[in-house]
């Protein structure tokens, strides 16, 4: 485990900040422009990942396990965020017959 964290410390800080900003504007980006419920939520957890890279880097970078833990947390919520998110998927298509979010202003009173 210790060659692990060696070997994550070998790349520069800089090089996993920028790879996280990069994931975490095309999950941003997939929010925003798509239409498609699916690709949405793919979107917001690849925002998940990014934020969850960065915790990872920073608490192998610091020594510190707390980030660490604090990303199985995350992982978790992430994990029932995609349950219940799939489940409003089904029951959306269930009522309109797709999965487009401009569709769903016909569910308005």
Not at 32 to 55: D, H, K, P, T
Not at 76 to 85: F, I, Q, S
Request: aromatic share 12%.
């Amino acid at each position: 485990m210790e060659s692990f964290f060696n070997a994550v410390k070998t790349v520069p800080l800089n090089h996993y900040i920028l790879l996280s900003s990069v994931l975490f504007c095309i999950g941003v980006t997939g929010v925003l422009l798509r239409r498609n419920a699916i690709v949405i939520f793919m979107s917001v957890e690849l925002m998940l990942n990014a934020v969850n890279l960065l915790l990872t880097v920073f608490s192998v970078y610091r020594g510190d396990a707390s980030g660490q833990v604090f990303v199985f947390f995350i992982m978790a919520l992430a994990a029932a965020e995609v349950a219940v998110g799939l489940a409003i998927i089904v029951m959306i298509y269930r009522n309109t017959s797709s999965i487009d979010v401009n569709v769903l202003n016909r569910l308005k009173w």
